[in-house]
């Protein structure tokens, strides 16, 4: 009878090993960061077909947007802490009742920031077209190449000014009850104010991504798969021991 739970002990524990082995395998399939792989080769990069870009560091719709003096989330810090955009204003004047002299505030102040955000994107995407062409070039330096980024780096910030500047302007032009009825028709009143107030809302309801490519995700079925293996050692072993005080 020894011999037996022996047997089956041994039996439990190399099934455990094999399935932590096998998850192994399966982890590692899905830690490629985003790559994709190939039949009969490495995987490729996510940046595979972007060499054939105009700008490299510029996808067409990024130059559309700067070149139109969109927004492209540069206000976000304001639109999602209650400061809200002038365009956005405008396009619901009748749900928040805008009056006429905010309504002509509203209007400057968006001609301000398309006129300004404009100027400031094409002198960003001319900076952009010139590091691409240094690179090309195979002869740009060090020097050169800290020159270039620190003009994009403060023409970049100065283009987030032009838009977070305005969402700060128009919450001054509003009432505190028109910023509240805007939040609501922008659909992140209740969102925001619920985190603001410690509800349920900060709770995730999904653990955090690692970040790891399926690491964690991995480690945790692995794990998973040993402790329901190694568990049922366990179950035996009781199971035996009853046995034994019962004969």
């Known amino acids: 009878m020894r011999k037996l739970g022996s047997v089956l002990v041994c039996l439990v524990i190399a099934l455990a090993l094999s399935a932590y082995a096998q998850g192994g395998e399966h982890g590692g399939e899905h830690a490629g960061h985003g790559e994709t792989p190939t039949a009969d080769g490495p995987p490729h990069s996510p940046y595979a077909g972007e060499q054939d870009r105009e700008i490299k560091a510029l996808s067409p719709q990024e130059v559309r947007d700067l070149l139109e003096g969109r927004g492209a989330s540069l206000a976000l810090p304001a639109e999602l802490n209650h400061y809200p955009g002038p365009k956005h204003v405008i396009e619901l004047a009748d749900e928040l009742g805008l009056k006429p002299e905010q309504l ?88 925001v104010h619920g985190r603001r107030h410690g509800t349920e809302s900060d709770v995730p309801s999904d653990p955090p991504d690692t970040g790891a490519g399926g690491l964690s995700d991995s480690r945790g079925n692995r794990g998973a798969a040993l402790a329901a293996a190694l568990g049922l050692p366990v179950v035996l072993a009781g199971a035996y021991a009853l046995r034994r005080r019962h004969a």
Do not use: C, W
Not at 126 to 132: N, P, Q, V
Not at 159 to 188: F, I, K, N, S
């Open 104 to 191: 002509h505030a509203a209007r400057e102040l968006e001609a301000g920031v398309l006129r300004n955000a404009k100027a400031l994107g094409e002198r960003i995407v001319g900076k952009e077209r010139e590091l691409d062409r240094e690179f090309r070039s195979g002869r740009i330096a060090l020097e050169r190449l800290r020159e270039l980024t620190g003009e994009i780096g403060e023409l970049e910030g100065e283009l987030r000014v032009v838009h977070l500047g305005a969402h700060l302007e128009m919450r001054e032009v509003l009432t505190p009850e028109q910023v509240v009825r805007y939040d609501d028709l922008r659909g992140y009143g209740s969102g």
